[in-house]
């Protein structure tokens, strides 16, 4: 999680409940990803909806180290972003991560997701400046009025 600002913050049962209650009442969707085999919880999904310009922006947490590096943030990815692209809402697709995570900028770039830019040394990771990058990909609502 060195990537997110959900660093700043230690999380219970209670902050969490909190959290996918506000999300729900926003209409947003917070989703589990879980191993399959194991049956155990490896991170989350977020999908932000801004109704007023029909944009879905997503964003995933693979918070269980041993599942790291083994596919699973690509598998996940790409199925919100099939999702997305087969709903009657969403005219396009946002993300963003922090330019230093290698991981991250591949698996939106594999996706489909195009550069759109970039805010030079917006965050601090480990005390030290770090880019954000921002990707978008209109999808075929976009010509829909």
């Not at 230690?10 to 959290?19: A, D, E, G, S, V």
């Not at 041993?66 to 919100?80: D, S």
């Not at 330019?99 to 830019?117: C, D, T, Y």
Request: net charge positive; aromatic share 14%.
């Amino acid at each position: 999680m060195c990537y997110s600002n959900q660093q700043f913050t230690t999380h219970n049962i209670f902050t969490t409940l909190k959290y996918f209650f506000r999300m729900r009442m926003e209409r947003n969707l917070f989703l589990s990803i879980y191993d399959i085999d194991s049956t155990t919880m490896i991170g989350t999904a977020t999908i932000y909806f801004d109704f007023n310009h029909r944009i879905s922006d997503i964003g995933i947490l693979i918070g269980h180290s041993r599942f790291l590096a083994r596919g699973y943030g690509t598998e996940a990815w790409n199925l919100l972003i099939q999702y997305l692209l087969s709903d009657s809402f969403t005219r396009k697709i946002t993300a963003g991560c922090v330019e230093s995570n290698l991981a991250m900028v591949r698996i939106i770039e594999q996706s489909g997701l195009l550069f759109e830019a970039r805010r030079h040394d917006h965050f601090l990771i480990s005390n030290k400046p770090a880019s954000i990058c921002y990707y978008g990909l209109l999808t075929h609502q976009s010509h829909l009025h």
